[in-house]
């Protein structure tokens, strides 16, 4: 059932002559995407807000063994349920899953705000990672149901713009509450923006998207997608907290995720109706997309994860001065964003532009391995502006290649298979580097969860630290290979999508 009335399609279609092109008339589709940017803006403050107040936290529940699983559980239930929901609004409209994701995020953040213990706050962090995993696919998805991709590159510049202010306005206002009222603050203030995007979304999200998807619902499939899924990353985490490769932790989970997953295959082959369309897996647009979404992630992450670490750990600067370091990238960010959506919008070609994006972060990447003990903060910045600027090519614009060039009514399984490659990548990839920084910082007697304070302290955690960028320039290559494989397809100047066209061009 759609969200909405016959009477709202046909009040959307007359609207047409007005906003050529697009879904709804103009005032309607800006104030459309206000509230979805502000679902996205909520989502991701969720993320970063924390960041500055772990230590508070750690040391007012004195249980500093479980704490990595605040990060932890929130990026499992926000990425295994990015499917599902992605799924379930193609089939039943975005505006329920929305605000349903909306609603359960804000109990999350209600939960955390009376925690005290760290259960607790674990539990606070996986309820709010369920409503981020409905509010970011259908968020995104929606937004292709509003704006034609000929025109959508620039309007892209708006999500990067409130991607950027939650990376950096999140961790500075989650340290200003930690160390002047109280850490369960971090979880109070996201509640009124929750109800702003509540409100907006209830009164502005009244459309139904071109083309509903028909077939019903793969309840087993999902199920066990969700579940092998869930035991990977399982898997993927106790590993990135020191787990060894060979311990029950990590193999347990992780054996039970594949046998879910090989079931999931071979579902998939039996049935009439898979989670994942067959038409998609043999697809080499959507594949490479989904890996390009995949080493994006790994980049992101990594970039926002270790060089705190670095500016801190190797050049010895303070906690609050090291944010110089992020601020830029995200600024940078948000200028490609910008820039390439415009390019791309004026050209209708997007190759040029995502092919320029992983050899860029490479560079970056490169330049964050040449630091030492003695570089200046300079180099650190500079590194970080040149990775913003590759993250910029590739981020939003992947979403765009794959909502442009596949079926109308699988929008929201393809934009939840970005986001989900996106946020697997940033999983993946800081579980795997943060064993081999755990392994390499104790073998050349770095004391662990400390601040290298020496000289020597201070340089062999630099030495450390190197590989680490090292592999993810690796990884950079390989995503120069994945998106060079991505064919260009002809930008539709509609949302409504021919039928001659809704056959993947690769």
Not at 42 to 57: K, N, R
Not at 300 to 321: E, M, W
Request: hydrophobic share 50%.
């Amino acid at each position: 059932m759609a969200d909405t009335a016959p009477h709202d399609v046909d009040a959307a279609a007359a609207t047409q002559g007005a906003n050529p092109g697009y879904l709804l008339n103009r005032r309607a589709t800006m104030s459309a995407f206000t509230s979805l940017v502000l679902g996205i803006f909520l989502a991701t403050l969720a993320q970063t807000i924390l960041v500055t107040a772990l230590p508070h936290i750690v040391a007012d529940l004195n249980d500093p063994k479980e704490y990595s699983w605040i990060f932890g559980v929130y990026m499992l239930t926000s990425t295994v349920t990015v499917p599902l929901f992605g799924r379930l609004s193609d089939l039943h409209g975005r505006r329920r899953y929305f605000l349903a994701g909306v609603v359960v995020f804000m109990a999350g953040a209600v939960i955390g705000a009376f925690a005290d213990t760290m259960g607790q706050v674990i539990t606070a962090r996986a309820v709010q990672g369920l409503g981020a995993g409905a509010v970011i696919p259908v968020a995104q998805a929606a937004i292709g149901d509003l704006v034609p991709p000929s025109r959508r590159g620039r309007w892209q510049s708006g999500i990067g713009g409130v991607i950027a202010l939650a990376y950096v306005v999140g961790p500075t206002v989650g340290g200003w509450l930690a160390d002047n009222v109280d850490w369960r603050w971090t979880f109070t203030v996201t509640l009124p923006v929750g109800v702003l995007t509540f409100a907006t979304g209830w009164r502005s999200l009244r459309f139904t998207q071109p083309k509903q998807a028909s077939q019903p619902m793969n309840y087993v499939g999902s199920l066990l997608m969700a579940g092998g899924l869930s035991g990977v990353l399982i898997g993927v985490v106790e590993l990135g907290q020191g787990a060894g490769p060979l311990s029950a932790g990590f193999l347990g989970p992780t054996l039970v995720g594949a046998i879910l997953l090989a079931a999931l295959v071979h579902h998939q082959r039996a049935t009439t109706n898979p989670v994942i369309p067959a038409e998609f897996v043999g697809d080499r647009l959507f594949v490479m997309s989904c890996a390009g979404g995949f080493v994006t992630g790994v980049a992101l992450f990594a970039a926002i994860v270790y060089t705190p670490l670095l500016t801190q750990g190797v050049l010895g600067i303070s906690a609050t001065s090291s944010g110089i370091a992020l601020a830029p990238l995200m600024i940078a960010n948000f200028t490609s964003i910008t820039v390439t959506g415009d390019i791309i919008t004026r050209t209708g070609r997007y190759r040029p532009v995502i092919l320029a994006g992983a050899p860029i972060m490479a560079t970056g990447f490169a330049l964050l391995a040449l630091v030492n003990e003695q570089s200046s903060i300079w180099l650190v910045v500079t590194a970080t502006i040149v990775i913003g600027l590759g993250l910029g090519c590739l981020q939003q614009n992947l979403v765009l290649v794959m909502q442009n060039a596949l079926p109308a009514e699988h929008t929201g399984i393809v934009t939840s298979a970005s986001q989900f490659t996106r946020t697997a990548g940033g999983a993946v990839g800081i579980a795997i580097l943060g064993a081999v920084l755990s392994w390499l910082m104790g073998s050349s007697g770095v004391p662990q969860g400390e601040a290298a304070a020496s000289a020597a302290q201070r340089a062999a955690l630099a030495g450390a630290l190197r590989p680490l960028f090292v592999v993810t320039v690796v990884v950079m290559a390989i995503g120069c290979w994945a998106v060079a494989r991505i064919p260009q397809v002809a930008l539709r100047k509609t949302v409504h999508q021919p039928e001659a066209e809704e056959q993947s061009a690769a």
